[in-house]
């Protein structure tokens, strides 16, 4: 006899909500992933242990995709087809994402993606349905340090990318924000995704002699330019964006080499505790992952998994790709002090941008 015929069916079980999440847990990014991964998972395990949603517990399946475009595709469909996910959540690549469209995975299943850590322009034009962004894109984090180095007096920028998706959206990105004060790039240079290789392009950017080095790369692709080309050009400034964990960045280099470098923020400090969902989310930290250190990342994937369970919420009836998709539009709200506002032709929640700079004792300080 089975447990389903051996009770009455108020007895019964409900099934699990299934979360499903890809990321680079592995591989040059897998550092990110990992606080990705985490951010996620504690405000889940916040959820569950106060009964789920409509006494159903929310499982949060994860598969490591290693930054590999073609196994993220494969990890979607597996996460859709055999894990039977209601929703996405917290993938990362521009290209990763974009191949994951291409397939027609989200749109063909009916199954929404939040809070993917990319703001690339290519994820938000052509808007997609499927696709829900709390983060400003690539291109508002670029302006706002453009803006703020220009009222400076500086005009010699350069820039350091990733030769796919993430890069050529940074390139987009930057070439536009110094057209609007009339400039043009110093130099360019690239590297090629899933390498370390930086060789040529710190070559390249040195005899570009730049003011301001912006760097479109994750982390240890990141990592190692900014220790060659300190070397070469100690005197330049190096922003990089929110996809660089600040406080890895520092590990990777060491304090002087980390220290004065730049990275925009699309997401309060995890330090600023005079934002609810801050407080909330350090909370979560403390209680489910003690040993784990607040960060921007794992805060941004956290307020993700805040978005999509107010969604969750919002289902009346059965939950469903669909139904989650419409419940995300309703959203427009202050989910405890991060502001959050989804309709029916506009996917992109959030546009603030921060800036913040790495210390010589490692603080992330904004």
């Known amino acids: 006899l089975s447990l389903h015929d051996a009770l009455p069916i108020s007895h019964v079980m409900a099934a699990d909500i299934v979360i499903g999440q890809s990321a680079p847990t592995s591989g040059v ?8 991964v985490l951010g996620v998972k504690i405000c889940i395990d916040a959820v569950n242990a106060e009964g789920g949603i409509n006494g159903r ?45 291409k397939e027609g995975l989200l749109n063909d299943n ?17 808007f997609n ?56 790039l110093a130099g360019q240079a690239s590297y090629e995704k899933n390498t370390e290789n930086v060789t040529t392009a710190v070559q390249q950017l040195d005899k570009a002699n730049p003011q301001v080095v912006v760097m479109v790369a994750v982390l240890r692709p990141a990592a190692a330019f900014v220790r060659a080309f300190r070397q070469v050009k100690p005197a330049a400034q190096i922003f990089g964006l929110s996809i660089i964990n600040g406080a890895d960045l520092y590990a990777l280099v060491g304090a002087n080499v980390a220290a004065g470098v730049g990275i925009t923020q699309v997401v309060p400090s995890p330090q ?26 794992s805060l941004e994937e956290y307020i993700g998994a805040r978005v999509l369970v107010e969604g969750l919420r919002r289902v009346k009836g059965e939950f469903s790709g669909e139904a989650v998709r419409h419940t995300l539009e309703s959203i427009d709200a202050s989910i405890d002090g991060y502001k959050v506002r989804f309709s029916s032709d506009n996917h992109v929640g959030s546009r603030y941008v921060g800036v913040s700079l790495i210390r010589a004792d490692g603080r992330v300080t904004d």
Do not use: C
Request: aromatic share 8%; charged share 20%.
């Open 57 to 101: 517990k929310l499982r949060h399946v994860v598969k490591d995709d290693a930054y590999e475009t073609a196994q993220t595709v494969a990890n979607t469909r597996e996460l859709i087809e055999k894990n039977h996910a209601v929703a996405l959540i917290g993938y990362a690549g521009t290209g990763n994402i974009g191949a994951v469209i």
């Open 129 to 184: 349905p499927y696709v829900f962004h709390i983060r400003a894109g690539y291109g508002d984090e670029i302006s706002r340090m453009v803006d703020q180095y220009v009222n400076m007096g500086i005009s010699r920028f350069a820039i350091f990318y990733q030769n796919d998706a993430l890069g050529q959206a940074g390139l987009e990105g930057l070439q536009t924000a110094l057209e609007r004060h009339q400039l043009k």
């Open 29 to 36: 990014l897998g550092s990110t992933g990992a606080e990705m």
């Open 110 to 126: 009916k199954v929404p993606l939040i809070a993917p850590l990319t703001g690339g322009e290519s994820l938000r034009k052509p």
């Open 272 to 297: 600023r505790v005079n934002v609810k969902i801050v407080r909330d989310y350090l909370s979560a930290l403390q209680k489910y992952a003690p040993a784990s250190k607040p960060s921007y990342t």
